[in-house]
């Protein structure tokens, strides 16, 4: 079993560093863009499952990914972006300045923090796991293509690799990124990772990685 799991193209709010959530943002000129530069490259797949968020930043993804093939987008509530809670709609300097404290700890150690009416990473697990699950039941073998939000990737291939929450950090997923991940009797193996050659340059990747990351998942 292969899963290619993928982050969906830049919205507005990705550029300007706002905190998302629940909220349905939709992609933007350059996520649109990147959503057809996604389905061409992997154009040469053919997939058992195209499977998304509900969101239609993600859900506008996986249909192009989905139309090169002459397939169904399948909508997976276990995908779904976290739920931000009192965080939702605000910039990362607001959040930084209303809650101090715990965004503080968001930026030091995520799988410890409560953001009041929000989700926890280790919630967000859970169910991703369960919608992973769902997913690979119903196709045991072959190719399924997963289009999510950079925190639920971020969660989930930690999950698939063994990792706690606390190495969330640690994973980058850019918009647009492509991740191939492989199941078999001697486990999960990691094939590729934040892929976005087919959109940004070499150059480009590395100045991106310049600077810190905006730690909105």
Known sequence: MQVILVRHGQTDWNREGIFRGRIDVKLNAAGL????????????????AVCSSPLSRAMDTALRIASYRGKQVREVAEFVDIDFGVWEGLSRGE???RYPKIFKKWEQSPERVKIPGAETLGE????????????????PEGVVVIVSHGLINKVLLCAVLGLPNSHF???????????IFTYSARGTKLVLLNDTSHIKSVDQIIENNRSPENPLG
Not at 33 to 48: F, Q, S
Not at 169 to 179: L, P
């Open 124 to 139: 967000v697990r859970g169910r991703v796991l369960k919608g992973l699950d769902l997913v690979l039941a119903e196709h």
């Open 33 to 48: 863009k990147e959503a057809a530069v996604i389905g061409e490259k992997l154009r040469g797949t053919d997939p058992d």
């Open 169 to 179: 950090w640690k994973i980058k997923q850019d918009n647009g990124a492509i991740n």
């Open 95 to 97: 959040a930084k300045a």
